[in-house]
């Protein structure tokens, strides 16, 4: 699905109450607003920066909620886990398929349509290994804003 394909929010969130009723999941109220949260933002947020963003309208809730919260959100599709980072996963309420860019400076993760990727079949060794049920990328590297910082401060230590 290209970027201008996606879902908007309100289809985001309407896709979601349905898929917690398929499953027959309860819609609380806690799910919906950490759902709301991730599907409202597209910056790939950790369970912790979900928490604190959630927390200011909800302050009574856990972190250890939100985390499990996640965590069933990603065990039922709704939600992606983003391995782009050693030691803290984020999040993506997009579940369509797409892939990854990865600064590896200021942490930002951003999403790109790869299609080549997307059509690409795995290796056939594979096949001895088990079955292949996704695929994903991860590209590392510097995003222009770092980018020019790198390059401006350079130019200063001259």
């Known amino acids: 699905m290209q970027a201008d394909q996606r879902l908007s929010f309100q289809d985001k969130v309407r896709a979601f109450e349905g898929l917690c009723r398929k499953a027959g999941l309860k819609l609380t109220h806690q799910r919906l607003e950490i759902y709301r949260e991730l599907a409202s933002t597209y910056d790939h947020p950790s369970a912790d920066d979900v928490y604190k963003r959630v927390q200011e309208r909800m302050p009574t809730i856990s972190m250890d909620t939100v985390y499990r919260t996640l965590l069933t959100f990603e065990h039922f599709g709704v939600a992606a886990r983003v391995n782009a980072f050693d030691g803290q996963a984020r999040f993506d309420a997009d579940v ?47 995003c222009k804003k770092c980018l020019k910082k790198s390059a401006r401060n350079q130019v200063e230590a001259v």
């Open 96 to 142: 369509s398929p797409h892939q990854h860019l990865a600064c590896i400076r200021c942490k930002s993760i951003e999403d790109f349509d790869w299609e080549a990727f997307e059509q690409m079949k795995p290796p056939a060794k594979t096949k001895k290994w088990g079955e292949v049920k996704s695929k994903h990328a991860v590209i590392k590297g510097m």
